[in-house]
């Protein structure tokens, strides 16, 4: 006994008895000495107080044991966390615990039926004292038909429960009496259900097979399974903004993939897999942890991903036991994420792992089976194609001084020159949903640039569009001189791009128009076969023009003088 420690004991005894004496020694040495006089006595302090040592005259001793294990074990019925009732066999409810009692009274009904239904006398009256007893007449034994059994049973407010059963039987094999243990598991089978629903929405999510896809290309095979994962989010997990991050295996770097109500600038970060300075993503892609961000203010490695995030998710993308990306959930609530939902995402992760890694293996199948086909295209129209653009330098230096002629002929070799380089781009070797964006990488100088692009021909109009907006700049359109003007007069920009001969107002009018507005902006001006009757070229060649283009160019002529033309501002 530790010595630090002050001993209880209980007395029951009358004075001058030989427990008496015992109790004496004990509280000689400093003992906590609790005498009572009768059994009732003994049992109330037992009740209020525990006791090291309980000390008796032996006549009383074993009832005194008796009753401290029966009250023991009522105190541990009062206290379970699982329901207890004995019913009688006609229904009648005669005892429950607090746990029990604290159910709703339909659902307590319901496990008195199912006692009865179970192990009860059919018909019996709920006063009477009848007892239930099985014949054995379809040769099972008594004991197979005394069994407990376990039954499940709904509440009307979708409460779930589960219900162990127990005949209490007299010598003669009757029932007596039926024990009914009652587990509350209504969050289990929630959890369960909810785990089910996104094992579902998990395998028709990887339905991304050749047929499904037929004749989707890569970015609408992307969008299908973006559209698919936002439709799973929004009625399992009851978020809609997220994001897919791959990791590029050259340079370890996490690419946007997929995303949905993410701001812009979140495309813009560079996120290494790595533990450290690199966001929740970096560190996700890095150690394979989950992570969850309550309080995106307060954590130092959030990168805001949507515009007004209280809060955060991150799961890794798993493959086979590697990691191949992450899963970013974001929302406007603080801490609106529990484990609950993280086991939900690693779930819906896992198969976003698998849906992704198909379209990958679609994707390559497709480039190859493409670059196959142009490869044999291109060896078919080799010879033909080399056929026009010898004839038709034959004939440029037949018709020397026919200037317009041999321009003409010039820019026939061109588009045949461009037809072939655009097949053996096709042809090209692509990797797979990394790898689908080969060609529009973003460039750095002209990232941000706001350019105005004036043209009257729509094809060119909107191919150059196209491009510099690939390369990161901000485009905007005009389709006249008039209209190139009025968007210069109410919109700053970089950079000008526009041919000279457009209706309403030419190339040195509105190069005019836009030194005024902003004398430090770049402008180039495009021409065909170097047409310039207004002489708009040469004017603006005086006052400070950065470049022209001639028609046709090719979209390398047009990145550098644009590249050219803004050094040369930055000098």
């Given at each position: 006994m530790d010595p630090n420690v002050v001993p209880r004991i209980l007395l029951l005894g009358r004075p001058g008895s030989r427990a008496h004496e015992i109790v004496q020694k004990f509280a000689e040495i400093g003992a906590n000495v609790h005498s009572v006089m009768t059994f009732d006595e003994a049992l109330a302090a037992m009740r209020e107080s525990a006791f090291d040592v309980v000390i008796s005259d032996q006549g009383d001793f074993l009832a005194l044991e008796r009753a401290a294990v029966n009250q023991q074990s009522a105190m541990i019925l009062e206290n379970?966390?699982?329901?207890?009732?004995?019913?009688h066999p006609s229904g009648r409810l005669?005892?429950?615990?607090p746990k029990m009692r604290s159910y709703p009274e339909d659902m307590i009904a319901q496990v008195c039926g199912i006692c009865v239904k179970t192990f009860g006398t059919s018909g019996a009256d709920s006063g009477s004292e009848g007892k239930s007893s099985f014949g054995f007449n379809n040769g099972q034994s008594r004991s197979a038909h005394h069994r407990a059994r376990r039954v499940s049973i709904t509440s009307p407010r979708d409460e779930h429960f589960e219900v162990t059963i127990t005949p209490v039987l007299n010598?003669?094999?009757?029932?007596m009496q039926i024990a009914a243990v009652v587990w509350d598991v209504t969050h289990n089978r929630r959890l369960q259900k909810k785990?089910?629903?996104?094992d579902l929405a998990g395998r028709e999510l990887v339905r991304l097979d050749a047929e499904t896809t037929a004749g989707m290309n890569v970015e609408e095979r992307i969008s299908l399974l973006e559209q698919k994962i936002l439709r799973y989010m929004h009625d399992l997990l009851h978020f809609d903004n997220f994001a897919v991050l791959l990791i590029d295996k050259k340079t370890n770097r996490l690419d946007f993939v997929l995303q949905h109500?993410?701001?812009p600038r979140s495309r813009d970060y560079e996120i290494i897999a790595s533990p450290e300075g690199n966001g929740i993503s970096g560190y996700v892609a890095a150690t394979g942890r989950s992570y969850i961000c309550h309080d995106t203010s307060k954590d130092p490695r959030y990168l805001p991903g949507l515009e007004s995030a209280k809060s955060s998710l991150t799961v890794p993308l798993r493959l086979h036991d590697k990691i191949i990306g992450v899963f970013n959930i974001e929302s406007d609530r603080e801490a609106a994420f529990n484990e609950e939902d993280r086991q939900y995402a690693e779930i819906l992760?896992?198969?976003?792992?698998?849906?992704l890694n198909i379209l990958d293996l679609l994707i390559v199948e497709r480039n190859d089976w493409t670059g196959r086909l142009a490869e044999d295209v291109l060896g078919e129209i080799a010879g033909p194609l080399n056929d026009i653009i010898t004839e038709a330098q034959t004939l440029m230096e037949e018709y020397i001084g026919n200037d317009d002629l041999r321009h003409r002929l010039s820019a026939i070799c061109d588009h045949v020159t461009e037809i072939k380089e655009k097949v053996r781009e096709v042809a090209r070797p692509r990797g797979g949903i990394l790898g689908r964006r080969t060609g529009t990488t973003v460039d750095p100088l002209l990232k941000g640039k706001h350019i105005l692009v004036a043209d009257d021909e729509e094809t060119i109009r909107e191919t150059i569009a196209g491009v510099l907006r690939k390369a990161g700049a901000d485009v905007e359109t005009a389709c006249d001189g008039a209209a190139a003007i009025e968007e210069l007069q109410h919109h700053p920009y970089d950079l000008l791009l526009a041919d000279i001969r457009m209706p309403h107002k030419n190339g040195y009018e509105v190069y005019a128009a836009a030194k005024e507005g902003n004398p430090d902006i770049a402008v180039i001006l495009m021409t065909g076969f170097g047409y310039d009757p207004n002489h708009s070229i040469v004017r603006a060649k005086k006052e400070g023009l950065s470049a022209v283009l001639f028609k046709p160019f090719k979209v390398e002529q047009l990145i550098a003088?644009?590249?050219g033309a803004f050094a040369v501002g930055k000098a």
């Open positions: 379970i966390g699982q329901g207890v009732c004995i019913v005669v005892w429950a615990n010598s003669r094999g009757e029932v785990i089910d629903a996104i109500g993410m701001i992760a896992g198969y976003i792992a698998i849906a003088e644009i590249r």
